[in-house]
């Protein structure tokens, strides 16, 4: 089993949108489980018209679900600005941790501030999200100071389209938007870089005969 969680201090920055499409990516090589951790539950509401090609649930139905012990692939959406010892358990308990960023100065400055208050030795990657198209370079710009400033950060970014609008509109994944054929694509490249990661974690679990224990998403505060 391998456990993804997306996190950020900032909203906005397309983390729902993200946690959604790695969701599709993964559906497609395993059964996978995309836990809505986020006080907004846009997730939930994304899904509540049943055309997701995966299983969506809040925090609360999370534990009755991985007890059945099927699924390979765990998708965790935290709420935005988690505390410092959720953001501890959150990296103790999955693989691999993914910021998501716009490249406008504040989403940057707060993904900075998260990568900060990560423990030592947390796997984690930036992902650019919300990239305008070209010619404006804000995305390559973004990107040179995150390798500049030593933030791990995918190579592909996600470039912003009118086709996210309409995939959460009629409840379906982004594969299967008229039209969103472009802004899928960005997501498929990305597989390329991440597939590695995924079926490392996957041959290493099998070799030390652990099984990873999802624990540690975010249960909102009252």
């Known amino acids: 089993m391998t456990i993804i969680t997306l996190t950020q201090f900032k909203g906005g920055v397309g983390k729902t949108t993200s946690a959604v499409c790695l969701s599709t990516l993964l559906c497609e090589r395993g059964e996978t489980l995309l836990i809505d951790s986020d006080l ?19 925090d609360r139905e999370a534990p009755k679900l991985l007890s059945k012990g099927k699924y390979e692939y765990i998708i965790i959406d935290t709420p935005a ?11 103790k308990g999955c693989d691999l941790i993914i910021i998501p960023t716009s490249p406008d100065p504040l989403s940057l400055a707060a993904l900075a501030q998260i990568a900060k208050v990560l423990p030592e030795g947390t796997n984690y990657r930036c992902l650019l999200t919300m990239v305008p198209p070209k010619p404006q370079k804000d995305g390559a710009e973004a990107f040179e100071a995150l390798e500049r400033n030593g933030f791990p950060t995918f190579k592909r970014t996600i470039r912003r389209y009118k086709a996210y609008v309409k995939a959460t509109d009629l409840g379906l994944s982004l ?48």
């Open 40 to 58: 907004n539950r846009s997730a939930s509401l994304w899904a509540r018209k049943g055309k997701l090609p995966f299983t969506v649930c809040d």
């Open 81 to 91: 600005r988690p505390a410092s010892d959720e953001i501890e358990s959150l990296a």
């Open 175 to 222: 594969n299967k938007v008229p039209g969103g054929g472009i802004a899928w694509s960005d997501w498929t490249t990305l597989w390329e870089e991440l597939k590695d990661y995924v079926w490392k974690q996957i041959r290493w679990h099998f070799q030390c005969g652990i099984q990873v224990k999802c624990q540690g998403w975010a249960n909102p505060k009252k």
